[in-house]
């Protein structure tokens, strides 16, 4: 029975026996019932890649009963189709039985509600009505949570964020000689969260404590989906507790040979590069091998030095500051740093650090920058602005600044990112070599120390020389230098 379009399957559809067949192909492989209902419903043939082979092959084992462990654990990079594939599984375990319960979780609210919807676009397709025959209720179509018109009591679907409530449905049914349904725990941390212990151990307590309650046999299988985001992340908490119980499948996004899982849509050229500028990226969401959430960041061989910049064509010249709120020995430091662009680095030219009470602050961010305002380059170019956090005792000096001198200071306001997540965004700048340190100076090694020190989970004892560091980059990222 060979079925190349939807013209092929009109044809199946005119008789009931062939009807039979079809249905009998599909109830029996998830492999084809992927192919024909993907092929309904997007007109298109699917595109399945060696590791889609994997996860089939391991879903249909989880409903067949013939895995060797009870629950799977899927570790996969961005891209990989997890969510699509799970939309078409639970709708085939609908189309073999309506009295199948599952649960769908995510920490993404955005995903619930997609999952939800589209395998209900697939369930009411009329393909699938005329082969299945399982119809939803009609009070629950425009709902996340649904189940099917004649089923039992307490079955269909559930979707809720792993923080909600997860009432009124478990996962499976009482009767475990057969599959009848599964918990399935899709990417249950988000990944702005991966440095915060809290939240990493707030999705494995209530994995503990409410998921694995809310199953109704004890054989009932979990499928957990997710990218790798640290060590103790839920994969490792399964990792370090349960793994007798559990089947892993661990797809890395480059192979031995450094060739991507999909080339197409995700170059080897491209993951190299995410590796060498991004490793704890990179081997976490994209290898499944996360590093350790204390590994350093910044590396010390990624600055380079120069003698002078008398022969560079500059194209903006600029100061940052980062102040401290107190000058406790135990606080930070408040810090001020002069740079220069050209089109291809970034120098750091100065550096003045120290504790200041906020009267002292203001007196030498005005020496720092008298210091510097007279003084031409090459080009004509003189220091244009003093970027400035506007937060806490930044907040007062910008103000203070504004009215007492004539420094064109320039407030930077922080959107929600947190300083792990702003300085990703530019570790291709820094990695890549751009910045560039005075050869002959005082504070080289000060610098490049702090920011060789400087972690993810937050041990390091000061980051005012790295959030410097990061407003120059952002900064040299700027697209138009020319009104300067």
């Known amino acids: 029975m060979k079925v190349e379009s939807i013209n092929d399957i009109d044809l199946l559809l005119k008789t009931p026996e062939n009807v039979l067949k079809l249905k009998l192909a599909m109830l029996a492989s998830f492999e084809i019932y992927l192919r024909l209902m993907y092929l309904i419903i997007n007109n298109k043939k699917i595109i399945i890649k060696d590791f889609h082979y994997k996860i089939i ?253 008398t022969d560079k064509k500059l194209t903006k010249l600029f100061m940052t500051a980062d102040t401290a709120q107190k000058t406790k020995e135990t606080n930070d430091y408040s810090v001020f740093c002069l740079w220069a662009l050209d089109k291809s680095n970034i120098y750091l030219v100065d550096l003045l650090r120290g504790k200041w009470e906020f009267v002292d602050l203001l007196k030498q961010s005005e020496l720092f920058w008298r210091k510097w305002e007279s003084q031409v380059w090459n080009n004509s170019r003189r220091v244009s602005s003093l970027y400035i956090e506007d937060k806490v005792s930044g907040t007062g000096l910008i103000q203070s600044l504004k009215v007492n001198t004539r420094i064109p200071v320039m407030p930077i306001k922080r959107d929600k990112k947190d300083k792990i997540l702003r300085l990703e965004e530019v570790l291709d700048v820094i990695a890549s070599g751009k910045v560039l340190l005075p050869i002959q100076s005082n504070f080289n090694d000060m610098f490049i120390s702090e920011c060789e020190a400087f972690t993810r989970n937050d041990t390091h004892k000061h980051d005012d020389m790295v959030d410097n560091l990061i407003d120059a980059c952002i900064i040299s990222k700027e697209p138009d230098l020319s009104w300067i």
């Open 57 to 309: 092959e391991k879903l249909e084992a989880i409903v067949f009963q013939e895995n060797t462990k009870q629950n799977l654990c899927l570790n996969l990079p961005v891209g990989a189709g997890k969510s699509l594939i799970i939309q078409y599984f639970i709708s085939w375990g609908f189309a073999r039985s309506k009295n199948n319960s599952f649960i769908y979780t995510s920490a993404n609210d955005t995903l619930i509600g997609r999952l939800s919807r589209e395998t209900k676009e697939i369930i009411e397709n009329e393909y699938w009505q005329k082969i299945f025959g399982h119809r939803l209720k009609k009070d629950e179509r425009a709902r996340t949570n649904w189940s099917f018109e004649g089923s039992a009591n307490r079955t269909g679907l559930i979707a809720k964020t792993i923080k909600g409530a997860i009432t009124g449905l478990d996962a499976g049914m009482s009767d475990s000689s057969s599959f009848n349904g599964a918990m399935i725990i899709d990417d249950p941390l988000d990944a702005s969260n991966v440095r915060y212990e809290l939240a990493i151990n707030e999705v494995n307590e209530i994995f503990d404590n409410k998921l694995e309650t809310r199953k109704r046999a004890s054989n009932t299988p979990t499928i957990l989906m997710s990218q790798r985001l640290a060590n103790n992340d839920l994969t490792g908490h399964i990792l370090k507790h349960y793994a007798e119980d559990w089947d892993f499948v661990v797809i890395p996004a480059l192979n031995e040979k450094d060739e991507s899982y999909m080339e197409e849509r995700y170059p080897a050229k491209k993951l190299i590069k995410i590796r060498e500028t991004n490793p704890f990226l990179f081997y976490s969401q994209y290898q499944q091998a996360p590093m350790l959430a204390g590994g350093n960041i910044i590396k010390r061989e990624w600055f380079g030095f120069y003698n002078t910049l």
